[in-house]
């Protein structure tokens, strides 16, 4: 009889033990499917350097009483306004367009808009994102084959508003932090770099862009 008791027992144990995992796998995959795989950095500089970090370093300068500056003779000149607009990626799924301008005295504005999917049933709807930033000629850029003092780096910060639906549960919520733009101006005028939104400066996505900054007056922020 106590035998049975105690076989009772260890499957009851068992069960509770199988449903627990059961609990724990479901709200892994909700919370995936909620806030979306977490992107790392390319391994090198901006895997210990994220946008966050970046701009409160220049804005301490700032504050210091140290101004945007000028480029180097080595590095691409502003003499004129130029506009950039480009697609973002995340890997090949295009995700939304970014269009920012360089004014001749170092400051960019811009912003991102559009709409995209990165999975089968998760759209997304960028509600709104406005981005003011930028030059920083005194960043340099660096990898395996030594400095590059000819490139021109760029930052950018603002806020943004992604409105999410999940056309399997009917789900829609909006989603809401911070956003970067960074990258950096080579000699000819073309541009790369990347856009990363966070809601808490750990987990974020990234989206990667190329193109090149043309004389462009036909938009404005």
């Given at each position: 009889?106590?035998?049975?008791?105690?076989?009772r027992?260890?499957?009851?144990?068992i069960?509770?033990?199988?449903l627990?995992?059961?609990?724990?796998?479901?709200?892994?995959?909700?919370?995936t499917?909620l806030?979306?795989?977490?992107?790392?950095?390319?391994?090198?500089?901006?895997?210990?350097?994220?946008?966050?970090?970046?701009?409160?370093?220049?804005n301490v300068?700032?504050?210091k009483?140290?101004?945007?500056?000028?480029?180097?003779?080595?590095?691409?000149?502003?003499?004129?306004?130029l506009?950039?607009?480009?697609?973002?990626?995340?890997?090949?799924?295009?995700?939304?367009?970014?269009?920012?301008?360089?004014?001749?005295?170092?400051n960019?504005?811009?912003?991102?808009?559009?709409?995209?999917?990165?999975?089968k049933?998760?759209?997304?709807q960028?509600?709104a994102?406005?981005?003011?930033?930028?030059?920083d000629?005194?960043?340099?850029?660096?990898?395996?084959?030594?400095?590059?003092?000819?490139?021109?780096?760029?930052?950018?910060?603002?806020?943004?508003?992604?409105?999410?639906?999940?056309?399997?549960?009917?789900?829609?919520?909006?989603?809401?932090?911070?956003?970067?733009?960074?990258?950096?101006?080579?000699?000819?005028?073309?541009?790369?770099?990347?856009?990363?939104?966070?809601?808490?400066?750990?987990?974020?996505?990234?989206?990667?862009?190329?193109?090149?900054?043309?004389?462009d007056?036909?938009?404005?922020?």
């Amino acid at each position: 009889m106590f035998g049975n008791i105690i076989e009772r027992k260890r499957g009851g144990y068992i069960l509770l033990l199988g449903l627990l995992i059961v609990v724990i796998v479901g709200i892994i995959i909700y919370y995936t499917r909620l806030h979306g795989p977490v992107y790392e950095f390319d391994k090198g500089k901006s895997d210990i350097n994220p946008p966050w970090r970046q701009w409160h370093k220049m804005n301490v300068r700032f504050e210091k009483g140290e101004t945007i500056g000028k480029p180097s003779a080595e590095q691409p000149q502003l003499d004129k306004t130029l506009y950039v607009s480009v697609n973002c990626f995340n890997e090949d799924k295009k995700c939304g367009t970014v269009q920012f301008f360089f004014e001749p005295d170092g400051n960019i504005k811009g912003g991102w808009s559009g709409m995209f999917y990165l999975s089968k049933d998760v759209h997304f709807q960028v509600m709104a994102c406005e981005l003011k930033g930028n030059i920083d000629p005194k960043e340099i850029f660096s990898d395996e084959k030594g400095p590059d003092f000819s490139r021109l780096f760029f930052l950018t910060k603002g806020y943004f508003s992604i409105l999410e639906t999940n056309n399997e549960n009917g789900r829609v919520r909006n989603i809401m932090g911070e956003a970067y733009l960074r990258g950096w101006m080579n000699t000819d005028y073309s541009v790369e770099g990347d856009l990363v939104i966070t809601s808490d400066a750990k987990n974020f996505y990234r989206y990667t862009w190329k193109g090149r900054a043309e004389e462009d007056m036909s938009l404005s922020f």
